[in-house]
């Protein structure tokens, strides 16, 4: 398991700091107010920066060799020697100003250096073997690690304006095994932005809890489409995008009542969530409520409505009996009695 801590400014004027995995699932988080730079018992002042890494990784076991990463604002070469006397691997890219006795050449002499040229050193900082290493990409990249270094030596590929063709240039292992992790934030912002809540209010405090919300969500759905992908192995069921879980969600939360129906008796053999996916890949169907709000048992009354074809799976004709509740068109009658087999799932 992998772990990694970037930072996430918001452009409302807050800060918060996540501590998220390489899938963008968000562990915890802490928003910046001025006032949390607390040290609880052995923990050592690093400074401002350096400490959000510290108090957010209380909840990361130590020495099971587990891997945290972060960019140039949190790490120092005291916060990476601290998470390796916890067990705790890191890495990071660093500011040069942050790093004592810096041996690695200056920007100005890696600019006279051909693309893909680095060096590294490795120094000891109370008793942890810390590797220091500057590359030449488009920009000049310093990094430091507890457990990566230079070798082994891959290439990468990269445009050259000059010649206007594609040319392979040396690439230490490091900077790929921080580009392969670093990255989870990212994704996580992604989600958010693709459905956010756009609700405007002047309260500083009420857009931080609509951004917990969406952050929240897309956690919720990560879990779902980690279960949903082990289920797929024995059950031909399509997986929900983010905007149909988000739905999903939301009609739930306003249409699930308190009680909760349990059904009794084996279960089918096919379901009627798969019954209607099939025929919704054999064409336009009606919107048909999530399980949770059609197994409730809560206020699903038989209505007299207009005459429509019975939604039933397998279930033919037409009716005019519906449910108020779900809106769908079932047959209830002497002979049968779908609106009850649909509300309990037989």
Request: net charge positive.
């Amino acid at each position: 398991m992998k772990q990694y801590l970037p930072l996430k400014p918001h452009k409302w004027g807050f800060k918060l700091y996540v501590l998220c995995g390489v899938s963008g699932f968000a562990y915890t988080y802490e928003i910046y107010s001025g006032q949390e730079n607390k040290i609880d018992g052995d923990e050592p002042d690093l400074g401002a920066a350096s400490n959000v890494v510290v108090r957010l990784a209380r909840i990361i076991s130590k020495n099971l060799n587990y891997r945290v990463y972060f960019d140039n604002y949190y790490t120092s070469i005291g916060l990476l020697a601290y998470l390796a006397k916890n067990g705790i691997y890191s890495l990071g890219t660093v500011r040069r100003n942050r790093i004592i006795n810096c041996k690695l050449p200056t920007d100005k002499d890696m600019k006279k250096n051909d693309r893909g040229t680095s060096y590294e050193y490795v120094g000891t900082y109370e008793t942890v073997d810390i590797s220091s290493l500057v590359w030449k990409d488009n920009k000049i990249v310093s990094l430091l690690s507890t457990f990566a270094g230079q070798q082994p030596m891959s290439t990468v590929k990269r445009y050259d304006k000059v010649s206007k063709t594609s040319k392979e240039i040396s690439c230490p292992y490091v900077i790929k095994e921080y580009n392969r992790h670093m990255g989870g934030v990212d994704l996580i912002d992604s989600f958010i932005a693709r459905h956010k809540i756009c609700i405007k209010s002047k309260k500083w405090y009420i857009r931080l809890f609509y951004h917990l919300l969406d952050m929240t969500v897309s956690n919720a759905w990560m879990l779902y489409r980690r279960i949903s992908a082990v289920k797929r192995g024995t059950i031909s069921m399509p997986e929900m995008s983010l905007f149909e879980f988000k739905q999903e969600v939301a009609v739930c939360l306003c249409q699930v009542g308190q009680s909760i129906g349990v059904k009794l008796g084996r279960p089918s053999q096919t379901s009627v969530e798969e019954m209607i996916a099939t025929n919704k890949r054999n064409g336009p169907t009606k919107h048909v409520p999530p399980s949770d709000v059609r197994l409730d048992q809560v206020s699903h009354w038989p209505i007299w409505s207009t005459r429509n074809r019975f939604k039933f799976p397998k279930c033919t004709g037409y009716s005019q009996v519906s449910c108020d509740k779900c809106g769908v068109t079932l047959c209830f009658n002497k002979t049968n009695n779908c609106f009850r087999k649909f509300h309990n799932n037989m």
